[in-house]
């Protein structure tokens, strides 16, 4: 809650007619049925099965590999066993790179190893190495600064100050180091470029991660160093003799191959209603096990949808999709938006933010619709989420729909850990702590016995921008 | 303080006679000299200036190779550069295994990768692997009953329930899977054995370290799960479906190579009243730069001894020792007592257990100087450390010169922390927390200041058994 309205509340509490000019969600009853739900859901073990059952039995998914192939076939069945209707396997075709092998050494003037990952589409060394001097970035900012030509025959090394937010908002301001540094160092000329890993932690697991290049810039060689081995590096440059660096990396694009969404349904009993759109993610990175990222979004949500399902039909029917790609791209979300845009889709929300407790929820709910946030503010409250000010529109995934004008929500975990081990080989199972999972499962239960049995219209919205 | 100890004080305490029943060691006075050196060493920075060097500028240093001699030649340097005398290093010879390819994946029943890392001594799968069921055991017991031939052409897992404990006994407790284990499997019959890593994270790091075999006994590729991975192979076998581990493991003898000990002295006034000995061991696993094992380990022992000779000169001659080739077998600490055996040595006190906070120190002191650990009990109380019922004797390192009867003196770091990096990718400088570094020094120093200038004979005692 903003500083502002909280003044409002303040002043509104001190008036005579406090009653009617609190906010609405603050004194809106919250009906029986959905706190009994959502308390029920504390208890729940349904997500934490998944997620245990898809890092043991599956592990690693990368995109478009067998392994994904494994990853949907086990969901579809787990979607049927947990009594999901509609179930299906929804394939497309996507390009698909692989990693290789990986390996850099500090060459002077203080030889040892380094940890690193190629970052998803980087280009390849030759078989045998690169090896050049390095050109220092404390910050994106400094690198984007560069003259061009200045990188030629040199490895950038780009460099940030990270920190945990809880709303994830750290991410986008440094990640833009991986995102587009590697783009912006090749237009400079560069051979290679490495950076300090997109993350929030002091290990050795370096974090994976898509890059792109666009048409016409040939990708170079892309790598993210583990913190540790950054912090290393840096500390080498400020000694102040020139470092060589050695770089092995050799991933390939292999060409076109097969992915694919696992849908199932909760049919509502008023197809006119729009059907409420809820998943999140089955590929993962390949380094770890994809607990947190995002074994804990699809178990979540087919486990909310699960407990709606078992208290009697909702009016609206809930799809749950187990998106495939969206790591590389976001390649299930576009198939899904391409197959099934025309369908009339009532809201969509998406879980890809691990498992740790959600502390805020928000809407882009349409005027008709109102009552509804209200309704979820007063029934998420006992689970210690608050109504945040801003406009709902999360997820690669469910992007696509929101684009078109479906309304969003959004329960927003915390992600002051999140950071730590995203993409890293540390992504594992005993990173998801079962008592926040099962916070999870029981807000996502409400939201959903809220939003699926809303008697109001839920039609489309601006698309927040 | 045992209870009884305990309950003495407060009877003595009760009792018209209270001061002169109370320990000594609660009533001694500090020395000025003694408690300004303890408080100045508080601000220290030449410990972190050594750990942060030797991480940064070798990095891992494994006994034997290139890396450890660079590290040597860094060594003499650094400590000449402090002003110590008698710098020297002194070289051995020892045989050096290495590490070669590792790689583990499961093959049925659900296949995924998984990290481990080899023991040292370990034998070599054949290059293209290993593949074979695997016999489980959840602990070193249940393998220890296992029937003679029993896990013949099987891969033996051993896991255990390591966890964190302050004195660091739960390694000895829960590390016999790894220092036996494998000489036990392969007595057995088993074709190879994997360990859970003998540690207390979650995370995906192996533990590395060394195991033996006996004469007569052929070494069997013998590695560590990560705890991660162990976690999940456990949730595998209690799926109930055989599982199929495939192994590739060729790490190698060497030969015999050098290593040595780097030697540097504060000489003192008093060349009869005998050596008082400290140090760490140089050497490293190969996985990290050695950070908290040990490099923490020779910066504490050498910054306190520099401190001591800044303040003048101490009766005894304090001698720090950096010593070679701990972590693979303690070749250094036997070349050691081989070439300075003979030599008068008043005690002798090892730090290899990181830099977390000392919470203990023990003594084994003969009766003439029953006052120096009553001296040290008082001038150590202000740094939280108290004086614990045990009989010092800890060091690999010292320990041949503890078997000859030197006195000897423990300052116990907190093991709370330290496995979970210990021996792994993880034992980095970020490990290391400069403050509790600085009441390392100030302990040490406090030791020094007490020990070496002790106007008491400190001559021969009973060894710990």
Redo the contacts between chains.
């Keep these: 809650m903003t500083r502002i309205a909280l003044l409002a509340i303040a002043a509104a509490i001190a008036s005579p007619a406090a009653a009617q000019t609190l906010p609405a969600g603050l004194v809106t009853p919250v009906a029986d049925d959905v706190a009994a739900l959502r308390d029920a859901a504390l208890k729940d073990d349904i997500a934490w099965d998944i997620v ?1 059952g898809l ?6 998914r990368l995109a478009g590999t067998e ?1 994904e192939a ?1 990853a949907r076939a086990w969901g579809a069945a787990k979607l049927k066993a947990l009594g999901f209707q509609n179930v299906r396997i929804e394939t497309y075709q996507m390009p698909v790179w692989v990693r290789g092998e990986e390996r850099a050494e500090v060459i002077s ?5 380094l ?1 690193l990952t190629a970052l998803g589409n980087s280009g390849a060394t030759p078989a045998a190495g690169l090896t050049a001097p390095i050109a220092y970035f404390p910050t994106f900012g400094d690198l984007a600064r560069a003259p061009d030509g200045s990188l030629k025959g040199k490895i950038a090394f780009v460099s940030h100050a990270m920190e945990p937010t809880q709303d994830g908002s750290s991410y986008g301001a440094y990640g833009v180091a991986r995102f587009v540094g590697p783009a912006v160092a090749a237009k400079k000329g560069a051979a290679a470029i490495v950076i300090r890993s997109i993350g929030t932690d ?4 370096p974090h994976a991660g898509v890059t792109n290049f666009p048409d016409g810039v040939a990708p170079i060689p892309a790598a993210a160093l583990s ?2 081995d950054a ?2 590096l840096e ?2 440059v400020k ?1 102040g003799k020139p470092v060589t660096l050695k770089l092995v990396l050799t991933p390939r694009q292999t060409g076109t191959h097969e992915s694919g969404n696992v849908i199932a349904e909760v049919p509502g009993s008023d197809p006119d209603a729009g059907i409420v759109l809820v998943g999140g993610h089955l590929d993962s990175w390949d380094l ?2 994809g607990a947190i990222d995002d074994a804990s979004g699809v178990a979540i949500t087919a486990a909310a949808a699960k407990r709606i399902m078992a208290a009697g039909q909702p009016r609206r029917t809930i799809r749950v999709v187990w998106f495939g790609a969206e790591e590389v791209g976001g390649f299930g979300g576009e198939a899904y938006a391409k197959a099934h845009g025309d369908e009339r889709h009532a809201a969509a929300a998406e879980s890809d933010f691990g498992a740790d407790r959600i502390w805020r929820f928000e809407t882009n709910l349409p005027g008709s619709a109102t009552a509804v946030g209200d309704r979820l503010q007063a029934a998420l409250a006992p689970l210690g989420i608050v109504r945040g000010t801003g406009i709902a529109g999360d997820g690669a995934d469910v992007g696509p729909m929101m684009a078109k004008g479906v309304a969003a929500i959004d329960l927003n975990q915390s992600g002051l850990r999140y950071f730590d081990w995203h993409h890293t ?2 992504d ?3 990173r998801v702590d079962p008592e926040q999972l099962r916070q999870n499962v029981a807000a996502w239960t409400t939201m959903l016995a809220v939003v699926a049995n809303a008697p109001e219209e839920i039609g489309a919205v601006t698309p927040r921008k």
């Design positions: 245990e890092t043991t039995e599956i592990g690693p392994a494994r003037p203080f030889p040892q190893p940890r002091r290990g050795r697991g913190v540790a912090e290393n500390r080498m000694r770890g096990t080989p540390e594992t199972l005993d």
